[in-house]
């Protein structure tokens, strides 16, 4: 039996919301531009449209694939010929909304092929979607469409389900095939992801993304940990969202309470591009939430 969201339409707004900041990202990431001052932009744009970001605005570049934010303090501004993820979230009370694009600084032309191969690997993937229908074609569909354009699809990172207040809620849509027997249920949440590269495929730790999220309520002993809590929840969250110097003081002293998120690299340094959306799983296929304008 089918099992929407209560609130779809929450759903919807944000990803319009989280769309119409993607969107925002990408014409703002120009050469000479601040990374923080364009990542700022983004999360003023959700919170103005009356949502809030679901985690910070990722600004990734070049053989960094996922997982960077600006620090309060970042002054590096973006290069012509940079290639930059944004990858953008918003939430409605929980309702979560994800999705990503990529765009060359400058409008160089060097790296177009990657750029629309991840395009299209997101395109076929979500052509592929089935209420019922196994997650290992998409996974097929992603990886044979970036394969075609002479790339890698990223082997270990994955598109995901979505549950209110959980960004990854437990089910991964790979980008390569004979990694998942799953299946898709009709009216789940879930986020299409294709990332291509012109490297090995893999990616590997690299380090601390500025972005931490708390593993579960901390509980309340420590008010200013409890108003964080109740902010962020279980969402991802940085430091440049944090104001006063009290609350900065007690997460500093909290660290066995917060997952923290390091810069995912690509592991033979290799470019990499990413696309994403949101997508409702309707009775006929892939609803895309995310389109945007």
């Known amino acids: 039996m089918a099992r929407y969201p209560d609130d779809l339409e929450h759903w919807r707004e944000a990803s319009r919301i989280a769309a119409k900041a993607r969107e925002l990202g990408l014409r703002l990431t120009v050469p ?39 620090d309060p303090d970042d002054t590096v501004t973006f290069v012509s010929g940079d290639l930059v ?10 309702a979560i909304a994800d999705t990503a694009d990529t765009v060359e600084v400058g409008g160089t032309h060097r790296h177009e092929n990657l750029v629309r191969a991840a395009r299209e690997g997101l395109r076929a993937g979500i052509a592929a979607v089935r209420p019922g229908g196994p997650v290992d074609d998409v996974s097929r569909a992603i990886a044979t469409a970036i394969r075609a354009r002479g790339l890698k699809p990223m082997e270990n990172l994955t598109g995901h389900s979505i549950e209110r207040y959980l960004l990854h809620a437990g089910k991964s849509i790979p980008n390569v095939p ?68 009290e609350e900065r003081k ?28 949101t997508i409702l799983v309707g009775p006929s296929g892939a609803e895309v939430l995310s389109a945007g304008p």
């Not at 001052?37 to 605005?57: H, L, T, Y």
């Not at 993820?85 to 929980?94: E, F, N, P, Q, S």
């Open 250 to 277: 007690a997460l500093a002293g909290a660290r066995r309470q917060l997952q923290t998120y390091p810069v995912f690299v690509e592991r033979g340094r290799g470019l990499v591009a990413q696309a994403e959306h």
């Open 178 to 245: 004979g990694m998942s027997d799953a299946t898709f249920e009709e009216g789940e949440i879930i986020a299409i992801e294709p990332f291509a590269t012109n490297g090995v495929g893999m990616i590997e730790n690299g380090p601390f993304g500025n972005i931490v999220r708390f593993r579960s309520d901390p509980g309340p002993s420590d008010p200013r940990l409890a108003g964080l809590y109740y902010r962020f929840r279980t969402l991802p969250f940085t430091l440049r969202w944090v104001g006063t110097p």
């Open 85 to 94: 993820k944004v990858d953008v979230g918003a939430h409605l009370d929980g």
């Open 32 to 70: 000479g531009a601040l990374r923080r001052d364009v990542a700022e932009a983004i999360e003023a744009s959700i919170r103005a449209d009356g949502a809030q970001p679901s985690f910070p605005a990722n600004l990734s570049r070049n053989d960094e694939a996922a997982h960077y934010t600006p």
